[in-house]
């Protein structure tokens, strides 16, 4: 593959809100230590996302010590939400998947209720090891995960998205792109390989954490919205369609589940272990 390495890092404290970009980051077993442990949930206990509400996209949570986040958005004053008392949870579904999480206190639900003009609640996952276990069709028997889609972690390629966008560029909707990188919401861009190399890992190192290849991505309506404006387009599911359909998901990225701890830092070799 030769020399490539981690261009970026980014982690989203809020499942579905502004990604937040990092030098360095802890590799835990569920995820990049911060990454999705809050979300939203409609009254059904259902995960809210930006494929139901692309508004998602301007509200921003900075991390706390202590896990706590600092929400902010156009037109509302931000607040400031605490780790809650795990002593009460209530059950949420992730993609059908049922798991225990904790809700926030009645100002956050309030807050983010009226960003949205829809009565959401805000949840914490206290504990990734015992709530939520990744898709058996693709774990070994332990592996957990946050309120990520379903892995600890999303790798993306700057080849593949500079292929994608070649192939944008050829097609009918060649105004909306190029497009950035950020339509993919990763937690690490791979500089340096070949496009579409990650389709063929099976293993890889990031720096000394060594990391499982699971399955490709699927792309969803996500990545059509704009994530500066929350705009949607038709890009790049067309242009997915058209080149990178396999058994009836558009592939872009891969998912990954570490192997090892430790941390990964912006700039760290990336090496194909198999």
């Known amino acids: 593959m030769g020399s490539a390495e981690v261009q970026s890092i980014h982690v989203h404290p809020v499942k579905a809100f502004q990604a937040l970009s990092l030098r360095e980051a802890v590799v835990e077993p569920w995820g990049l230590a911060g990454d999705r442990r809050w979300a939203l949930v409609d009254n059904g206990g259902k ?16 991390p706390l010590a202590g896990g706590g986040v600092r929400l902010s958005a156009p037109g509302r004053a931000p607040l400031t939400v605490r780790v809650p008392d795990p002593a009460v949870t209530l059950p949420v579904s992730v993609f059908g998947t049922e ?42 028997p332990g592996e957990t995960v946050s309120f990520a889609d379903g892995f600890p972690l999303l790798v993306t390629t700057a080849a593949s998205l500079d292929a994608l966008n070649s192939l944008m560029a050829e097609g009918p909707n060649a105004h909306e792109g190029p497009l950035p990188m950020n339509r993919f919401r990763p937690n690490v861009v791979v500089a340096g390989t070949e496009p579409w ?4 890992w099976s293993r890889i190192s990031v720096g000394e954490v060594v990391f499982r290849a699971a399955k490709p991505s699927g792309r969803c309506v996500v990545t059509t919205t704009d994530q500066d404006t929350a705009v949607r387009g038709r890009e790049p599911l067309h242009t997915l369609a058209r080149h990178r359909r396999v058994g009836g998901k558009l592939l872009f990225g891969v998912n990954l589940v570490p192997l090892s701890p430790g941390a990964i830092a912006v700039g760290d070799p990336v090496r194909v272990l198999g």
């Open 47 to 62: 995960v809210v996302t930006q494929r139901e509400q692309p508004r998602l996209a301007l509200a921003a949570a900075e």
């Open 99 to 140: 798991v225990e999480a904790v809700p926030a206190a009645a100002p956050a639900h309030a807050w983010c209720s009226a960003y949205l003009g829809t009565d959401v609640r805000l949840v914490h996952m206290d504990d990734p090891a015992v709530r939520r276990p990744v898709d058996p069709d693709y774990a070994l």
């Open 197 to 200: 190399a990650e389709d063929h």
